[in-house]
């Protein structure tokens, strides 16, 4: 296990592996959630991050007057 240190400033340092092992890059947002007594990190992605998730989703909706028709 990997321990870290506060800076009188409140800063920390997140280690390489942790970095590495996330991908996480310089400038990074991350969300920060306090859940049973635990700080959690997590990273925000782009919304780019996000292009193809759905990549062969069937994507044909009718129409209101299409559904209605026997």
């Known amino acids: 296990m990997t321990t870290i240190s506060l800076s009188p400033k409140f800063q920390m340092v997140i280690p390489k592996a ?3 092992a ?3 890059i ?3 947002q991350l969300e920060v ?3 049973d007594g635990k700080i959690e990190l997590i990273p925000l992605q782009p919304m780019q991050a996000a292009r ?3 990549a062969g989703i069937d994507t044909t909706v009718p129409n209101d007057d299409e559904a209605l028709v026997p």
Request: glycine letters at 14%.
């Open 22 to 24: 996330l991908h996480l």
């Open 33 to 35: 959630r306090v859940t």
């Open 26 to 28: 310089a400038g990074q």
């Open 52 to 54: 193809g998730l759905f």
């Open 18 to 20: 942790v970095r590495n």
